[in-house]
Nanobody, 121 residues
Framework: AHVVESGGGLVQAGGSLRLSCAAS???????RAWFRQAPGKEREFVAA????????TYADSVKGRFSIGRDNGKNTTYLQMSRMNSEDPGVYYC????????????????WGRGTQVTVSS
């Protein structure tokens, strides 16, 4: 099983960026989540969604600005990020394998290598 993120890059403050996460078919019917890690900080939960695309869950810091969704035909999960600010830069990781939208890393069994997001002021 594997997970691959894409879509990271440089965006201006206030701008938008869309990340994608492609996963192996054998890890299909589980929750998928995005985490992020800024330099010198712990990896933190960003958002999670069920395998049907329902029950999206967000960290308070991104609620109302970020949106998570799935296209199961492509076995891909998306993270649409809008109104980005100085708290959003970091490496964004896609994770899967959890039975519920947990915010703790230990519940997710499969991780990607991450994609870098930079926000310029």
């Amino acid at each position: 099983a594997h997970v691959v993120e894409s879509g990271g890059g440089l965006v201006q403050a206030g701008g938008s960026l869309r990340l994608s996460c492609a996963a192996s078919p054998q890890i299909f019917r589980t929750y998928r989540a995005w985490f992020r890690q800024a330099p010198g900080k712990e990896r933190e939960f960003v958002a999670a969604v069920s395998w049907t695309g329902s029950n999206p869950t967000y960290a308070d810091s991104v609620k109302g600005r970020f949106s998570i969704g799935r296209d199961n035909g492509k076995n891909t999960t998306y993270l649409q990020m809008s109104r980005m600010n100085s708290e959003d830069p970091g490496v964004y990781y896609c994770a899967t394998g959890a039975p519920a939208p947990y915010r703790e890393r230990r519940y997710y069994s499969t991780w990607g290598r991450g994609t870098q997001v930079t926000v310029s002021s």
